[in-house]
Nanobody, 125 residues
Framework: QVQLVESGGGLVQTGGSLRLSCVAS????????MAWFRQAPGKEREFVAT????????YYPPSVKGRFTISRDNTRNTVYLQINSLQPEDTAVYYC??????????????????WGKGTLVTVSS
């Protein structure tokens, strides 16, 4: 069974940075794409970043491109999300996620079969 465990959330001031981590277990980590989503209070879950398993290529939606950086360390079964220039609107629960397909391009919640429990990021103004 695939398990995803996030960490690194917390309270940060506007303009600050955070690095979130997600440790995966239960299958060959390096063979699958990984992604991060977030969900703000009262809003739908939103895709924010993905990284594939073959070329280590990253993709971001326009809403976060330039401030968010996803990376992975296959030796540690870990995917990271670096968030810079945090704004109050970045306040959300951030979820690590992945798919059953090794070749899927993750672009939304419909691509996901496995979710972590999330880590809360709160940005104070």
């Amino acid at each position: 069974q695939v398990q995803l465990v996030e960490s690194g959330g917390g309270l940060v001031q506007t303009g600050g940075s955070l690095r979130l981590s997600c440790v995966a277990s239960g299958r060959t980590f390096s063979a699958y794409p990984m992604a991060w989503f977030r969900q703000a209070p009262g809003k739908e879950r939103e895709f924010v970043a993905t990284i594939d398993s073959i070329h280590m290529s990253a993709y971001y939606p326009p809403s976060v491109k330039g401030r968010f950086t996803i990376s992975r360390d296959n030796t540690r079964n870990t995917v990271y999300l670096q968030i810079n220039s945090l704004q109050p609107e970045d306040t959300a629960v951030y979820y690590c996620a992945t798919t059953r397909s090794q070749l899927r391009d993750i672009r939304g919640v419909y691509d996901i079969e496995y979710w972590g429990k999330g880590t809360l990021v709160t940005v104070s103004s």
